[in-house]
């Protein structure tokens, strides 16, 4: 790496203008409109036999519960589908060949607000679980198949979908060329603020956005500590709600709970910077839990620590998520890491651009996992069709594929990118053709899970959260 590092310093960079013709160039290999195909292969494997697949290495009974959540709108079997659509996207042929560091599982609900070190608000992508380099066409055409499968979700038209595509495609391009331009330090220290969101959004969009920010002020580890413990024997303990929230006196390798957490936190502690560890030392572990979470997720070990620092209202929430091979290895070569949720935690801190304080990883019994704080200050849109104002959509949309942008603009060569994606709509348009052939896809992909759990070929939680 160093070798590689110090050839790089001494090759002359070429100029933005010269890295724009090269991406301009690469649409004669691959034309912009050719990104809107999108035909099933004949050798497509059976999406229910990848899930089926995927379930082999999660807790047997959490799998039921993802079938269940997976089953409540087409929307939620693509959130939940990611090895699906990857193995699709793997099988469509050529991309630009213009790598950034992927988000694996980019969609529409994986945005949302949260601190930074310095306590302000940052919007973002949120979830890093399939994080790997790879094709910076396959995140933005997971984001606008999305759209549209959220879209039908919320109740939007075709014209809506239509026009909330062209939206973040075109929000897309237009921030990547400003990212070209930027110095790399400038675009380093970039992030989408609050400042810049209520520049960019209008009437009941901005509204909305402001109640979010204050909602997610709200959400302190005070608040987490009100709404998920009991006080048992005097004392702050985590409330159990079955099956998504339990107590385990032991782990899967046998040992006690005390036992797997403190050499857990041993191996955790590693990946911190000293002045974290020292923080973290200042706190004292009351209780563990284990917590479903997510859509796709379900079924992946997750547990929840609670501390206390000087007192009980110094409380501290740390998840741990477990990081398995991400959905983008069997087409994209597997990571250089060794353990997953080091994957996970290189990739946020490479395109988050203000990763949590206490974001880490760590093993124990084989098990890889990555650490952060639990809800400090993150705040995500609900997809509720009760809640949602259906016509923010394409506002919305556009804030999604600018975070998007700055991601791949920090992790890849923007000027490339912004070149082969050009000024006009041509890319726009294509995205459209690709967005609601995908969706529809989605859509029969849903229906053989509904058959499925008819048929009994699956098994699905009567009632899930």
Not at 432 to 452: G, H, I, M, S
Request: aromatic fraction near 10%; hydrophobic fraction near 40%; charge should be neutral.
């Amino acid at each position: 790496m160093a070798r590689e590092l110090l050839k790089h310093f001494q090759t002359k960079q070429k100029s933005v203008e010269e890295r724009m013709d090269a991406g301009k160039a690469l649409r004669q290999k691959f034309p912009r409109s050719k990104q809107g195909d999108y035909t099933p292969s004949n050798k497509r494997s059976d999406p229910i036999a990848i899930l089926e697949e995927q379930a082999k290495t999660r807790v047997p009974e959490l799998v039921p519960i993802r079938y269940a959540r997976m089953l409540t709108s087409p929307f939620a079997f693509l959130r939940g589908g990611a090895a699906i659509m990857s193995a699709d996207l793997a099988t469509q042929g050529n991309t630009t060949g213009l790598q950034v560091q992927a988000c694996g599982d980019m969609h529409i609900a994986n945005f949302g607000l949260f601190a930074s070190a310095e306590r302000n608000l940052i919007f973002g992508i949120n979830d890093f679980d399939e994080t790997l380099p790879g094709p910076w066409e396959w995140d933005l055409k997971r984001l606008v198949a999305s759209i549209v499968a959220g879209g039908r979700f919320l109740g939007a038209g075709k014209g809506l979908c239509k026009d909330s595509v062209r939206a973040a495609v075109s929000s897309y391009r237009k921030r990547m060329k400003q990212y070209a331009f930027m110095g790399n330090m400038e675009l380093w220290y970039t992030t989408i603020d609050e400042h810049d969101v209520w520049l960019n959004l209008k009437g009941t969009a901005l509204t909305g956005l402001r109640k979010l920010a204050g909602k997610a002020r709200e959400r302190t580890h005070l608040q987490v500590l009100d709404k998920l413990t009991d006080i048992v024997d005097d004392k702050f303990r985590l409330r159990d709600d079955a099956p998504f929230i339990v107590h385990v006196e032991r782990t899967e390798t046998g040992r006690t709970m005390n036992e797997a957490l403190e050499l857990f936190l041993q191996s955790y502690t590693s990946s911190l910077a000293d002045d974290r560890t020292y923080l973290l030392s200042q706190y004292r572990i009351v209780d563990v839990v284990q917590k479903v979470v997510g859509v796709g997720s379900v079924g992946t070990r997750c547990w929840v620590i609670f501390m206390v620092g000087n007192h009980d209202e110094d409380p501290l929430f740390l998840q741990l998520k477990e990081a398995q091979p991400s959905v983008l290895e069997p087409y994209l070569g597997a990571s250089r890491y060794g353990n997953h949720g080091h994957r996970v935690v290189a990739g946020q801190r490479l395109i988050q651009g203000a990763p949590d304080i206490f974001l880490g990883w760590g093993e124990q019994g084989g098990i890889h996992y990555y650490v952060r704080q639990m809800r400090d200050m993150k705040g995500g849109i609900e997809f509720d069709p009760d809640k949602v104002k259906i016509e923010n959509m394409p506002q919305y949309a556009a804030l999604c594929a600018w975070a998007l942008a700055l991601a791949h603009a920090k992790s890849g060569d923007p000027a490339m990118i912004a070149g082969y994606v050009g000024k006009n709509d041509d890319l726009d348009e294509a995205m459209v053709n690709f967005a609601f052939a995908y969706a529809d896809q989605t859509e029969r992909d849903f229906k053989a899970l509904t058959d499925a759990a008819k048929r009994g070929r699956i098994k699905v939680a009567s009632e899930s959260k």
